[in-house]
Nanobody
Framework: QVQLVESGGGLVQAGDSLRLSCAAS????????MGWFRQGSGKEREFVAI????????YYADSVKGRFTISRDNGKNTVYLQMNSLKPEDPAVYYC????????????????WGQGTQVTVSS
């Protein structure tokens, strides 16, 4: 079992930055690829980014490439999503999730999910 708890969401203005954290616990958490998804109001959940277990390989959705950075600290069992230059289209509930397959971009490929953290961007 893997438990995931997100934090760091909030209300920011367009152009601001925000860093989300995902604290993971469980016996085999370091074996999982960790991803971030988001779900805006009335929208489907969409892939944002994924990172491998060592943290040296990442992949991003085109919509956030160059603005968001995913990272992980295995010593702290924590995954981060640094979000810069936030745009009015970025507001959503952001979820972290754990998958056993690299480059998993479908929500169905993830085995564990956090409860989500709300990000709101005012223009």
């Amino acid at each position: 079992q893997v438990q995931l708890v997100e934090s760091g969401g909030g209300l920011v203005q367009a152009g601001d930055s925000l860093r989300l954290s995902c604290a993971a616990s469980g016996r085999t958490v370091s074996s999982y690829f960790m991803g971030w998804f988001r779900q805006g109001s009335g929208k489907e959940r969409e892939f944002v980014a994924i990172i491998n277990w060592s943290g040296d390989s990442t992949y991003y959705a085109d919509s956030v490439k160059g603005r968001f950075t995913i990272s992980r600290d295995n010593g702290k069992n924590t995954v981060y999503l640094q979000m810069n230059s936030l745009k009015p289209e970025d507001p959503a509930v952001y979820y972290c999730a754990a998958a056993l397959r690299w480059l998993a971009r479908s929500s169905g490929e993830y085995d564990y999910w956090g409860q989500g953290t709300q990000v709101t961007v005012s223009s």
